[in-house]
């Protein structure tokens, strides 16, 4: 799969920065990271940063499309052809495996969706809602996904079987740390979206 973040070798500056405000928003929250935190882990001047990036709105708004990149390549990694379920369920292994080998990612997601902020920070959500949209109406179109349930549900359905799992997990782990008997294994987490 196509890493969209590349190696800090491979890099320019504009994408280090983004990298390292990634890192730091997904670690921090974006609300505890100043500009001049993002320039010391990239190790450039805060005035390149503003050169690239105008303001930290700007900066955020870099990150998400990262973010979103990573979505996209890992849905493109499987091709749409096979079954309806087959392609649902290749399109979620290959999510799973990205968000598995970048928890950077995880984190930002995590932090972008679930912590109170300003509005601004539903744009993540956006952009992986309008993905999903184009995914799902692409597939559609292509005869792979069915017609019977409604457009919008299939989107809902896909970024709950997607995200669910990442927003939920500490939740979960947390609860099974209290009520579970030593060396039990976890039960495994599954949601579902019926359309009504």
């Given amino acids: 799969m196509l890493n969209p973040r590349a190696t800090n070798d491979d890099l320019t500056a504009k994408a280090r920065i983004r990298n390292a405000a990634m890192d730091l928003f997904a670690q921090f929250g974006q609300a505890r990271v100043s500009l001049r935190a993002v320039a010391a882990e990239a190790g450039v001047t805060l005035g390149l940063v503003q050169h690239h990036f105008k303001t930290k709105a700007g900066l955020v708004e870099a990150v998400d499309q990262l973010v979103v990149d990573y979505f996209a390549a890992a849905v493109a990694s499987v091709p749409p052809s096979g079954t309806t379920a087959e392609v649902a369920s290749g399109r979620d292994r290959a999510v799973a495996k990205m968000l598995a080998e970048n928890p950077a990612v995880i984190n930002y997601v995590r932090r972008a969706v679930l912590e109170p902020s300003d509005d601004s920070r539903l744009h993540l959500l956006e952009e992986l809602v309008a993905l999903t949209k184009r995914e ?6 292509a005869g792979v996904a069915s017609r019977e349930h409604r457009e919008a549900t299939q989107i809902v ?3 709950v079987r997607q995200l669910g799992e990442l927003l939920l997990a500490p939740m979960v782990d947390a609860v099974w740390e209290q009520v579970a008997e030593p060396g039990t ?12």
Avoid: C, F, G, H
């Fill in 136 to 141: 799902v109406t692409a597939l559609r179109d």
């Fill in 157 to 159: 359905t896909v970024l």
């Fill in 185 to 196: 294994e976890k039960p495994s987490l599954t949601i579902t979206v019926q359309d009504r």
